[in-house]
């Protein structure tokens, strides 16, 4: 089985990218997402128990949670070691079943790949990019989103320009849905024509 590490830069399209890659039939782990149900469930304990009063209805407060992490590297050190351990279990239950399943190619959708080590345990990385105003132009139309905030958020992750410099596969999403669903496919094939064994 050949596993794709898939990441980008905020406002880069890695999530419309993610879906390209569902139409083409491979199964894509969303990092993201399961944050989000941990943030629900297995958690919420930790997280309260670190971050008092994060909690509302038995659910962590994204808000609340996001107030006591700006400007505080340390806090968000030690909200990433309550929640990257639960997310990397849950990503590897996935990867278990479809290799159980005897899927040929998966996905896995990393936003910060490089930036926890997460491209040793792909075979190829795919790197979602598109040119720096296009990315601001995305992330400053969000609701809630200041040029402060982003400036912030970038700051935690690694440069696109670096990212692209490690990356396998990069897939411009500048252009059209049309384009970049193009170039999906066009990895895929080169994909599929290459053993699954690790190559990074």
Sequence with gaps: ????????????????????FREAGVPVHDSDAVVHKLYEGDAVAPVEAAFPGVTVDGRI?????GEKLVGNP?????????????????SE???AEQRARGARMIALDIPL???????????????VSAPA??????????????AEKLDVLLKRQMSDAEKRARAHFIVDSSRSFD????????????VAALPGRRIV
Excluded at 1 to 20: D, E, H, P, R, Y
Excluded at 61 to 65: E, G, M, P, V
Aim: charged share 25%.
């Design 1 to 20: 089985m050949f596993i794709l590490g898939l990441t980008g830069s905020i406002g880069m399209g890695k999530s419309t990218t993610a879906n390209f």
């Design 61 to 65: 407060d994204r808000a609340k949670l």
């Design 74 to 90: 340390e806090a968000i050190k030690r909200l990433e070691g309550i929640v990257h351990p639960l997310v990397r279990a849950v």
């Design 93 to 95: 239950r996935f990867v």
């Design 113 to 127: 790949l490089f930036e926890t080590g997460g491209e040793k345990r792909v075979d190829a990385v795919v790197v």
């Design 133 to 146: 105003e296009v990315q601001r132009a995305r992330v400053l139309s969000r609701p809630g989103m200041t």
């Design 179 to 190: 384009s970049a669903r193009a170039q999906v496919h066009a990895i895929v094939r080169a």
